[in-house]
C-alpha cells in the first residue's frame, strides 16, 4: 500500500488549504482513512477519521467545525479540507490507512496499519 498526502503548505490564520491523500495498492473502498498530525516536539495527534463508505466522520475537539474530512473511492482518495486555520494547526499532517473499530479506536494511531510521508502545513500569525 502506499499513500500519498499533498496539499501543505504556508498560509495566514484565517486561510484554508485543502489536503489530498492519493492511495494506490490495495481496495481503498474497504478501509477507513484517518488524518492526523505532529508538531515539533509534540506527539502524534488525531484529527479526523472517516469510515469506509463516508457515512461516519469523527474530529478532534480542536478542529470540529473547522476541518472537513471526506472520501472519493471512486479516485481512492481522502480529502481534509481545513477553513478558519490557527498557528496552532502548524504542524506535518499524515494520512492513515486501517480497520479501526468502534468510535475511541478511529482515534488512536496504532490502529492504522498504513500511513503516507506527511505534507506540512505552517499557518503564520
Known amino acids: 500500500v502506499q499513500l500519498q498526502a499533498s496539499g501543505g503548505g504556508l498560509v495566514q490564520a484565517g486561510g484554508s488549504l485543502r489536503l489530498s491523500c492519493a492511495a494506490s495498492g490495495h481496495t481503498f473502498s474497504n478501509y477507513a482513512m484517518g488524518w492526523f498530525r505532529q508538531a515539533p516536539g509534540k506527539e502524534r495527534e488525531f484529527v479526523a477519521a472517516i469510515n469506509w463508505n463516508g457515512g461516519s466522520t469523527y474530529y478532534a475537539d480542536s478542529v470540529k467545525g473547522r476541518f472537513t474530512i471526506s472520501r472519493d473511492n471512486a479516485k481512492n482518495t481522502v480529502y481534509l479540507q481545513m477553513n478558519s486555520l490557527k498557528p496552532e494547526d502548524t504542524a506535518t499532517y499524515y494520512c492513515?490507512?486501517?480497520?479501526?473499530?468502534?468510535?475511541?479506536?478511529?482515534?488512536?494511531?496504532?490502529?492504522?496499519?498504513?500511513w503516507g510521508q506527511g505534507t506540512q502545513v505552517t499557518v503564520s500569525s
Open positions: 492513515a490507512m486501517g480497520f479501526p473499530l468502534g468510535l475511541t479506536n478511529y482515534m488512536r494511531a496504532h490502529e492504522y496499519a498504513y
